[in-house]
Every structure is written in structure tokens, then in C-alpha cells.
């Protein structure tokens, strides 16, 4: 259903962006409001939630695109915007195929946590401010370059690491094993023991470096890092719990994959 509604938004939307002044401005509005009117009339309300939402996002990716064909400093913010809303978009793709159990609105990522929004939203002010006061700042495409192409290997390898684990993969730490709960080795679980909290903490960078925000570089970088290192810690308690001596031995032969995080620090 969500992915039936995409094209209703994404059709029409850059001929409206285009248009000038405050009748551009009337004509989206009234664009966006038809379109959450007929999300709303087609389908019943559980699945409205999630319509409108991928529809919100595919509507922020085509606003990406068509800063990102301008050559204005605005354009590295476009590649931001495909960036963030594609990383949403598909944190609930996959998780329905891989495991449709678990599927929930909260499988967006939307409402991650107030410090996750309140992360996103001064990433967006240091960007508007430093544009203003530091106009040249904005413009160092080789770096926000570099920025673009973190944030497209830590997506794709938290993605392959959402695929690798399969119905194994919950954005929730599991208390409980299932009976269908194994120990992933292979494939990126090969390289790193959490591929998809690395691709993760490469990709929030990533977006930072890409927008060229040094402030929030460093913070994203610091708090990406604990969170990780405490979310970590709390889940190989339980994968200890669950594994057992399989999941000791796991753990001595591969890295966690994020820097100084070496998981909790415990034996049988």
C-alpha cells in the first residue's frame, strides 16, 4: 500500500516546486492536501499511517532530487534529503520482507527518539546558519563528496546486514529467544559482529560530513558513539544469554566493528 501511494506525490510534485511565488507556493498545498485526502479515502486507517508517511517521505526524496539539480550550496542539502529519506523508506522495506512479524509504524525510524529528532534538527540549523555567515563553507563539493559516499556504504551495509539476518533482525533487543532466534556468522557477520550499528554510525557521520557541518560532526560522532557502546553492551547480554559459549567464541574472533567498543566484558 505504501509503496502503491509513492507515485500519487512524487508525479506532479516538480511542476508545482517550480512554480513561482505565492501561487506555487497555494498550488503544492493544495497538491499535498488532495493527496492526503485520497490516502485517506482509499485506504482504511491502519494502512493511512503508513501511506501517508511513505508518501511524506517520497515527497521529501523528490525535493532532494530537484535541489540536487541546481547549482546552488542547496544542492548538497538535496543530496541530504534523498539521503535521510531513502535511509527511512527503507528501514520499513526491508524489515517487511525480511521480517513482517515485527512490522510496526515504528519500523520508519521517525520517531526514533527525541534525541535522535533533536540531532536531525540541529544539523539542519548549524547548516542554514553557517550557509548565511559562512557561505563559502557550503560550497566544498570534494568533501560533501566524501560525505555522500559514506553515507552509501554505511546504508547499503546496514541493509546487507538487515538481509543477512533475516527474521533474526529487530530494530527492538530481544529478552526473549524465539524458536526460530540463531547465531548469524556469515556474510557481513563475517566481518563485523553488528554490521548494521556500523553502518549506522557511518552513516550518521556521513550525513554531517556531507552537508559540511563540522559542530555537529563531532557531535554526531560522540553520541553515535555511546549510544552505540551502551546499545551494544546491552544486547550481547542477552545474545550471551541466548548462545551461550557459541556466542563467547563468536565474540573472540570478530570485532564489534565500531571504534574502542569491544562489548561487554563477560565470561562463563
Known amino acids: 500500500a505504501s509503496v502503491a501511494a509513492l507515485p500519487l506525490l512524487l508525479g506532479s510534485s516538480p511542476a508545482l516546486l517550480a512554480a513561482p511565488g505565492l501561487r506555487g507556493r497555494l498550488a503544492l498545498a493544495l497538491h499535498v492536501a488532495g493527496v492526503n485526502a ?8 491502519p494502512l493511512y499511517k503508513i501511506a501517508v508517511r511513505a508518501c511524506f517521505l517520497g515527497f521529501a526524496f523528490g525535493c532532494g532530487l530537484l535541489l540536487s539539480a541546481g547549482r546552488s550550496a542547496w544542492r548538497h542539502f538535496g543530496w541530504y ?9 527503507s528501514e520499513y522495506l526491508v524489515t517487511a520482507i525480511n521480517n513482517p512479524r515485527s512490522l510496526s509504524l515504528d519500523s520508519f525510524l ?6 535522535y529528532n533533536l540531532a536531525a534538527l540541529s544539523s539542519w540549523v ?3 546558519l553557517e550557509k548565511l555567515l559562512f557561505p563559502e563553507l557550503k560550497q566544498i563539493t ?3 563528496t566524501v560525505g555522500l559516499l559514506m553515507v552509501i556504504f554505511g546504508d547499503c551495509l546496514r541493509k546487507a546486514a538487515m538481509l543477512t539476518a533475516g527474521s533474526n533482525f529487530n530494530h527492538i533487543v530481544q529478552n526473549e529467544k524465539s524458536d526460530t532466534h540463531t547465531l548469524v556468522t556469515s556474510g557481513v557477520y563475517g566481518w563485523f559482529r553488528h554490521p548494521s550499528y556500523v553502518g549506522w554510525f557511518y552513516w550518521s ?6 552537508l559540511c557541518n563540522p559542530i555537529c560532526v563531532v557531535g554526531y560522532a560522540l553520541a553515535s558513539w555511546r549510544f552505540f557502546r551502551e546499545r551494544i553492551e546491552e544486547e550481547e547480554i542477552t545474545l550471551i544469554h541466548f548462545f551461550g ?3 563467547l567464541e563468536y565474540k573472540r574472533k570478530v570485532p564489534s566493528g565500531l571504534p574502542f567498543i ?5 565470561e562463563l
Open 81 to 89: 534529503m534523498c539521503s535521510l529519506s531513502l535511509f527511512h523508506y
Open 205 to 210: 557521520i556521513g550525513t554531517q560530513v556531507l
Open 262 to 266: 569491544k562489548g561487554v566484558k563477560l
Open 245 to 247: 559459549e557459541e556466542y
Open 38 to 45: 485520497a490516502l485517506l479515502l482509499l485506504y482504511p486507517r
Open 110 to 115: 521517525l520517531n526514533h527518539s527525541f534525541e
Open 126 to 128: 548549524e547548516f542554514t
Open 142 to 144: 570534494w568533501l560533501s
